[in-house]
């Protein structure tokens, strides 16, 4: 099955051929059985480890960029004599907490699913696309250049704690200022348009999550006994976050849409141009109805949005018991847009509870505080980023574009994109435009079991980061 | 340690006695020991199988009623010549299920902390209170009384799918009518007052639960690129969930508290002569305040309760990730008081989820069903059963008021508990009074982890099954 690497000396400018395909998926098959989740500190350092072997054996020198506390940031750089400018890519290695029992395959135990010349072929594991992916095809671009000299400087920055929320990120940045200076900051992460056709996005929503916590009784009451006279944490909390956010769409709490910069007419244009996939996309997840009706996604994703990602309070199904649950939980996400500062939305959040009755405490609250206060409200954050928005008509995001063309024909330009890189904590320290440049499919699952990526993603990745690498 | 068992011949008024006691525990930590859940069918007949040899050793011959579908009834008759009436003694032997993560000690093998001579002692399992412990209560009843004649014929009848909301019992009764004739069943189920006195209780709220199932997009959606697109069912959760009651405990489903049936002049004096409870009960369950406020425990168990007794939507925690989630769930249990219908109740939060502009199916919707309807939800229930409420001023009532004096001294009366028990079903189909007669402490945990029961408890349950078993 195997082709001699031979044959392949043909096929450069369709690349990759097969025999470069196997390769490329062997070496990040074993990239992606590195399990790289926040709790196993030890996973992420064998994960960049392993980052630095690979870019050794193409003759690039990565190094660790060491902050006590949080996984290592893996640095490099490629100098090129007399070079036109700075270009620094950026990733992350590290992904989001996986629960196996949700998972079809093993989380760390990479699985093709098609074979290998299918386009719609797809590999699962954590991180295949979120974000080993863009890594991944740098190596290979870098083959594929077969040291070919560039004409820009090109650095690698990839992060550890990126699905932790980066909180060591601006502390690394600014105590390394000179080493990270450049031109341009293209931020490797996220997905392609959803009708698959390659996007440069031109910025990035902030994120703030957010977590709130209500109590009942001290422990699970009987509810036949106790129902109607001890109150319900569950309840309360369906009621505190009905007064968040109404069934539209539209987030209640005072001041969220405060201080929006508005879209440029260059912005507005880019949105109206992008394909509309919304109908497609309503019919792909089964939506009867979408929020915010009659607004195009694009647009949708320039608000700030609150969403619960999660509720857990007793048990329902097969483990419902007749309680009265003793607390209950909501995990809140929170996407910002640029104008918006994170740390305000959190204050707003924590007034906006206070408003509903709630005496709120950041940590677990004690007896005393829980009998003084008919109602009390545990509401923490592990911090968050605000948006960023790099102009259109810079003669950098131009160059991007063309380069971005002439490896893959047009693509899609957006203003933003509804998830969140930490592009606002790069400009924010180092000054520097950044610009979006995703590979991955956006029915990748990232975040959540089966994450996966599109083979023929992978591939257009490759070239797209080969063309971003030669930029001239 | 151990007496001889002669030593205690001297102490049958002060029963039980040390070594008595260690028996009894003994004997009890083996019928605790045998898994009891719904899940496990096998179990349950261990446990039918175990109490049937126990009564054995006591004389008494007990035989499995079986009914297809559900586990054996365990029934047995001790027959009095001459008998003046027939009391039939009813509990169940299954228990509500078990998640051991959440158990201190394992919930099949029975610890007691303190020890046997401390009252305050408590012994450790699933079911030890909820609803084993009058089983043990009345096999060590019998052994107190060594044989003596009994006045009245005395039969038992213990269920094994009380937990699971008593489907077949009606079925039960209704084949069995002759056999299960009697002037009065006693409900051996439930806790003693919260002020540890005993209590004699003429009625039981119904039942019925029901769980909701919203629906967002198919899989589960990275929350930053679909966040304000995509419907959360978490929102849309909580919003239908705070349209169904305010945060004072009052419902708002249309027409839940029509045909509720008035309280007697007995009845209400009764409630006013209970012990008051409230202000110990809020500082020992650290609440800052209670439901439907300024009503006494006892009053606000004489209306309809909705309880949510669980939410689950993906994760919260150090689990939580950044999705819509696809689905949410929610768990109610209602508690229903007498002239109010579990089936018309059902039918009207059926109405109340319509009215919320949900389209309502009753089996996971598929996805034509998903793609026309804005919004669908599941509705589910188990079944359930009606309120019941025996008259205090029944010559049997008075009768069974007077041996539990007997047994302990003065007892709380209250027209109803707030848990519930088949008693309707069987005042339903076999036209009998029902009485209840608990025996367990309040603070058991029962359904939820570490159920426990309180030993005096345990010794007092004992003195008042002898009362009752030779009751004249």
Redesign the interface.
Known sequence: MRLPLALCLFAVTALPCFAQKETILREYEEFLSIPNVA?DPAGLARNARWIIAAFAKRGVTMRLLETPGTPAVVYGEIKAPNARRTVVFYSHYDG??V?PKQWNTAPFDPVLKGTLTDPEARLFARSASDSKAPIMAILAALDQLKGKPLTQNVKFFFEGEEEAGSRHLQTILEANKQLLAGDVWLICD??VHQSRKQQIVFG??G?R?V?ITL??????????????????P?????????SM???D?KVLVKGFYDGIEPLSATEKRAIAEAPSI?QDL???????????PG?K?EE??N?P?????????????????????AT????I?I?LVKGVDHKLTFDRILAHVKSQGYFVVDKDPD?AT???????AKVTSNGGYNAERTSMDLPISQKVIAAAEGALGPVVKLPT????VPNGTIADALHVPTILVPICN?DN?????NENIRLQNLWDGIKLMQGLLAMN
């Open positions: 709790a989001q907490p629960d996220g997905p990035a929503r994120n999550s977590e109590y009942g009784p001290s422990r699970e009451l009987h509810s036949g006994h106790y129902g109607n006279w001890a109150p319900n569950a309840l309360r909390l369906a009621h505190l976050l009905a956010k109404n069934e769409g919304d309503r019919k792909e997840l089964l939506l009867g109805e979408t929020e915010n607004m996604i949708a994703i608000l949005a609150l969403t619960i990602r999660g509720l857990t309070s007793a048990h329902t199904g097969a483990l419902a018991s007749n309680v009265i649950p209950a939980v909501a995990s996400d996407r007896a829980l009998l003084s206060h008919p109602k009390v994109m509804g998830g969140s956006h699952n990232q975040h959540s079991s």
